[in-house]
């Protein structure tokens, strides 16, 4: 796992892991959103699933912001674990729209995005931990 000393090559890492939380809050928002307007579109396991990987994506960034303000660094590791388990969820989700046979290359960039996402989340707060223990 790559360890970087610095977010975008001149901010802390603290700042790196404020600005996750944020646009995750802001990410699942805009899933909220997306849940709403495709609800018609999909069946009812599927828009739960959808919602209950987007609470769960919450509560992790809320982890995330809490352990930020309270500067605690022994709650990142749950934030790391409730990310990943979050990712699962919504590539849970993802497998079983693939599998109705339509292809929407909106949620299949979507899922790209948020592979990506989790991937320099895991990289910054992961950094950031090791910088603080």
Known sequence: MPIIKKFCYCFSLRIGAFSIAYAGLTMDVLD???TIYTKSQYCADILLLWIISTIWNIISALVLLTAL???NPHLLPVHLVT???GLMLEMTNHMVIASL???D???ISYAFIMIAF???DV???LSYYQSEV
Do not use: M, P, W
Request: charged letters at 15%; glycine letters at 4%; one cysteine or more.
């Open 105 to 107: 290359y909106v949620l």
């Open 69 to 71: 303000f309270r500067e």
């Open 118 to 120: 989790v991937s320099a």
């Open 32 to 34: 909220t959103v997306a």
């Open 83 to 85: 990310s990943l388990c």
């Open 123 to 125: 990289v910054i707060v």
């Open 101 to 103: 046979g339509r292809t």
